[in-house]
Nanobody, 131 residues
Framework: QVQLVESGGGLVQAGGSLRLSCAAS????????MGWFRQTPGKEREFVAT????????YYADSVKGRFTISRDNAKNTVYLQMNSLKPEDTAVYYC????????????????????????WGQGTQVTVSS
């Protein structure tokens, strides 16, 4: 069992930066792929970025590529999302998730949908970008 707790959200002006953190409990964190997703009211949860268990592979949604960076520190059981050049359209609740199977990213890239292998989710943290 893995528990995920996000932090670092808040209110920021357009063009500003925030760093989200996701602290994980459990000894198996380092073997899981991790991802960040976001959701706004009335819309489906969407993919933002994912990172492989080793940190060697990262993937980004086109909407955040070049502005956001996902990273992880397996010694600290934590995954991060550095968000720069924020835009009002980045406003959402951001969730981190863990994928024990490791195939969640491939499902995302091939189908454009959040697949069923993201077994563990945090409670979310609100990011609001003002114009």
């Amino acid at each position: 069992q893995v528990q995920l707790v996000e932090s670092g959200g808040g209110l920021v002006q357009a063009g500003g930066s925030l760093r989200l953190s996701c602290a994980a409990s459990g000894r198996t964190f380092s073997s899981y792929a991790m991802g960040w997703f976001r959701q706004t009211p009335g819309k489906e949860r969407e993919f933002v970025a994912t990172i492989s268990w080793s940190g060697g592979s990262t993937y980004y949604a086109d909407s955040v590529k070049g502005r956001f960076t996902i990273s992880r520190d397996n010694a600290k059981n934590t995954v991060y999302l550095q968000m720069n050049s924020l835009k009002p359209e980045d406003t959402a609740v951001y969730y981190c998730a863990a994928d024990p199977s490791g195939v969640g990213t491939y499902y995302l890239l091939s189908s454009g949908k959040v697949g069923p292998t993201w077994d563990y989710w945090g409670q979310g943290t609100q990011v609001t970008v003002s114009s």
